[in-house]
């Protein structure tokens, strides 16, 4: 299991924490006590209107589907156990509200790519803080441009008293029933200055974006406020809960998988493939790609967010039974390999490339071979990934957790870890909902650190086999040398990726003569 401090601080025995989580496909309420032992647990789907690189969801329909799901897992809770919940949500999810909450605009989701001529404009205005926040240029995709987006195109953007929100901010505004602070977390793609905890005011004037528009923000981990009553009755929250400041989907999946020492790394397999590792300074990408928030006391929190991940089975596999093809698919092994972009919104991480689409490279037969080649495309991603990363200065060497709704396919986790050629754990209770259980027990005074040391399961390690590694090396690099090809892939990221291939080469073919 990745390292844990040596001792852990106590926590309420008889306590009960919740994590509330807003993905791409569900809202989602965990009951988990002291040990870590989820105790309860309900979900709600959720739906999204996409077209192009347009992506939108109703926020009303985010409350709705989290108070029913609070209801669900709360009905066999002792209510005088529970002591604090947090929030975690897509990361760059914004709209905008009227000065009593209520949504003006539809939710512009976390890969909505409508606004890349305002992601030009904040790019201009703001470039010296972007570079000294280490991620230098704002994505089409982040909040700020997408803000931008908003105030030109939306008429309801000019009327008095409106607000910009989070997604997570509209549901905490209704569960204490009047606005609360922001995240520093989720404020990060907005252009928050996290290293002097302040809004860049003198750029977002030249951007013309309204100061009484922006809420307030705090670190994660603050105290916001308490449940209302009106809220008590919606969600089945205890009147009274503690209502506590939490961080981005990433981030929250990062700490329920208690990946917090430096050099630790958690890829969250989702919708789409999220990375977040541990570092002991602040990492800064020239490629505009990786971009880092705060972490547990001095630390930083590097990571990406790509636009590739398992939503892609989705869409190419509609309605079929995933288990079974996963069975077939570990018979047929094929070499073919696809690039499983989710949408035709391009690119994000671990490179930037608005014109990106799907390829298959190779000829699968027949849907068990062409799932295979979806599933090895995602490990591609991920060791393209590391390799950016290792690039670029970040700390790479730590332990690796696998979490999301794609680490639960345990053929799929250990191909990733092949490819990878690096051990991997999937831990018992590690995602989203559940780190933010993590984060409302560490706000009475216990370190985040000591908290996750208390309430993270150690799971499952899983070991690659270092004779598959060498067969699908050769895969990997044929799919960077296509990126390459392309036009979507920097030559020398390529080149580093060939270069570090060629490094543990030798060392697992000493581990093959070892076998």
């Not at 596999?317 to 092994?333: C, H, K, Q, V, Y």
């Not at 000829?363 to 690039?391: I, K, N, S, T, W």
């Not at 259980?437 to 399961?457: F, H, I, N, Y």
Request: net charge negative; aromatic share 6%; hydrophobic share 40%.
């Amino acid at each position: 299991m990745p390292d844990q401090p040596p001792q852990a601080a106590a926590l309420p025995p008889d306590a009960v924490w919740l994590g509330l989580d807003l993905g791409t496909q569900s809202a989602r309420c965990v009951a988990v006590d002291s040990t870590g032992r989820v105790l309860a647990a309900a979900s709600r789907p959720l739906t999204s209107r996409r077209e192009g690189v347009r992506h939108e969801q109703d926020p009303e329909q985010w409350w709705d589907a989290l108070a029913d799901a609070c209801r669900a897992a709360l009905s066999g809770i002792d209510a005088d156990r529970v002591r604090g919940l947090a929030i975690d949500g897509t990361s760059g999810t914004i709209l905008l509200a009227d000065a009593s909450g209520s949504p003006l605009t539809p939710g512009l989701m976390y890969d909505d790519g409508r606004a890349a001529g305002q992601a030009a404009r904040a790019n201009e205005a703001g470039a010296a803080v972007w570079h000294e926040l280490g991620y230098r240029s704002m994505q089409p995709s982040w909040a700020l441009p997408k803000l931008l987006w908003l105030l030109e195109h939306e008429p309801a953007a000019s009327g008095t008293g409106v607000r910009l929100l989070h997604q997570p901010d509209l549901i905490t505004w209704r569960l204490a029933g009047h606005q609360v602070a922001s995240d520093a977390s989720h404020a990060l793609k907005t252009g928050y200055h996290l290293t002097e905890e302040r809004w860049p005011e003198p750029e977002l004037a030249e951007l013309a974006v309204p100061p009484s528009l922006l809420p307030d923000v705090v670190r994660p981990g603050s105290l916001l406020g308490t449940v209302c009553a009106a809220a008590a009755a919606a969600t089945g929250i205890p009147e009274g809960t503690a209502i506590v400041a939490g961080m981005t989907d990433g981030c929250a999946a990062q700490i329920g998988a208690g990946a917090l020492t430096p050099g630790a790394w958690n890829s969250v397999l989702g919708t789409t493939l999220v990375f977040k590792g541990t570092s002991p300074h602040l990492v800064r990408d020239p490629g505009g790609v990786v971009y880092c928030h705060r972490g547990p006391g001095d630390t930083w929190l590097p990571g990406g967010a790509s636009s590739s991940g398992a939503g892609a089975l989705a869409r190419e596999f509609p309605g079929a039974d995933l288990d079974r093809l996963t069975d077939l698919a570990r018979e047929s092994a094929t070499d073919a390999v696809a690039y499983p972009l989710v949408s035709t919104g391009g690119e994000r991480f671990p490179f930037r490339a608005p014109d990106a689409r799907p390829f298959v490279l190779g000829d699968p037969a027949g849907d068990a071979e062409r799932f295979h080649a979806y599933l090895l495309g995602v490990a591609c991603v991920e060791r393209l990934c590391f390799d950016y990363l290792d690039l670029i200065g970040a700390p790479v060497d730590g332990p690796l957790t696998l979490t999301g709704g794609g680490a639960r396919n345990r053929y799929w986790s250990g191909l990733r870890a092949d490819v990878l050629g690096r051990p991997v754990w999937v831990p018992e209770q590690a995602e989203g909902a559940v780190g933010m259980a993590v984060l409302a027990a560490a706000s009475g005074g216990v370190g985040v650190r000591d908290a996750a040391a208390a309430m993270v399961g150690t799971g499952e390690e899983i070991f690659p086999d270092p004779v598959r590694t060498a067969r699908w090396t050769p895969v990997y690099l044929a799919f960077v040398d296509e990126l390459a090809a392309r036009g979507w892939l920097d030559g020398a990221v390529a080149a580093h990726a060939r270069e570090r291939a060629r490094r543990t080469s030798g060392t697992h073919a000493r581990e093959r003569e070892e076998q």
